[in-house]
């Protein structure tokens, strides 16, 4: 099956700064990659997908970058806010088919 | 986006006792449901997946006995935590697939808290 590993567990940075979290993946034929946010005692909620036909996608300040041949994508957060401090989550997937998490990212962002 | 509740949000039992947690898609039919359940400070571990008037498939290592899934409509699936323990204590999370082969997105609820004294 699917394993995601997801780097680093902690990531501290200054407001204003970029944040990358990484993620690996070890099933080729997954598909699907969605970053999810989660703030305290809450659900996850989707803030970026890539599909495995694109190799980067990006909303405002926030970007995703896909590597098929090596099995690897990444989350990129610039100008950080303190309001983007949550745990993030990246998961892989084959048409949203039993979907594997990563372990998370606890991101803060220190004004 | 599409909604996904749950109810209740949090919940507190009795060793012994089940719970019944409710996950409804509001806006939006949802063919498929996941269960997911996550320790602190760790990440979601899925349970299992529900189809609509269909059993559920359970991840390896989850008691179907013992954590019942209902899927009877294509905006709620339940799940009953049957005979629960201090060690079912967790913050558990449904998720609803909206679109089908490539183009669909799953939608996670906002998770139910449950403490078993």
């Known amino acids: 099956g699917e394993n995601v590993e997801q780097h680093p567990s902690t990531l501290s940075v200054q407001e204003g700064d970029s944040a990358v979290i990484k993620c690996t993946y070890s099933?080729?034929?997954?598909?699907?990659f969605p970053w999810y946010k989660q703030e305290l005692g809450k659900g996850p909620q989707l803030i970026i997908d890539i599909r495995s036909n694109v190799g980067e996608k990006k909303d405002q300040r926030i970007a995703v970058t896909l590597n098929k041949t090596a099995k690897h994508f990444s989350l990129h957060i610039t100008e950080t806010q303190p309001e983007d401090s949550a745990v993030y989550f990246c998961?892989?997937?084959?048409?949203?088919?039993?979907?594997?998490f990563g372990a998370g990212t606890r991101l803060t962002v220190k004004p | 986006g599409a909604v996904v509740s749950q109810h209740p949000s949090w919940v507190i039992c009795k060793s012994g006792t089940s719970v019944k947690i409710e996950c409804r898609s509001l806006?939006?039919?949802?063919?498929?449901m996941f269960w997911y359940r996550q320790f602190p400070k760790q990440s979601l571990m899925l349970m299992a997946t529900s189809n609509e008037g269909s059993k559920a498939t359970y991840e390896q290592g989850v008691e179907k006995d013992k954590f019942l899934i209902n899927h009877a409509s294509l905006t709620l699936s339940t799940l009953t935590v049957t005979s629960a323990h201090p060690e079912d204590s967790s913050f558990y999370i449904c998720s609803a697939r909206v679109g089908s082969g490539i183009h669909n997105e799953q939608f996670f609820g906002p998770g139910t808290r449950l403490t078993v004294l």
């Open positions: 806006d939006f039919q949802a063919t498929t």
């Open positions: 998961a892989a997937a084959y048409n949203n088919n039993d979907m594997r």
């Open positions: 099933d080729s034929a997954s598909n699907y």
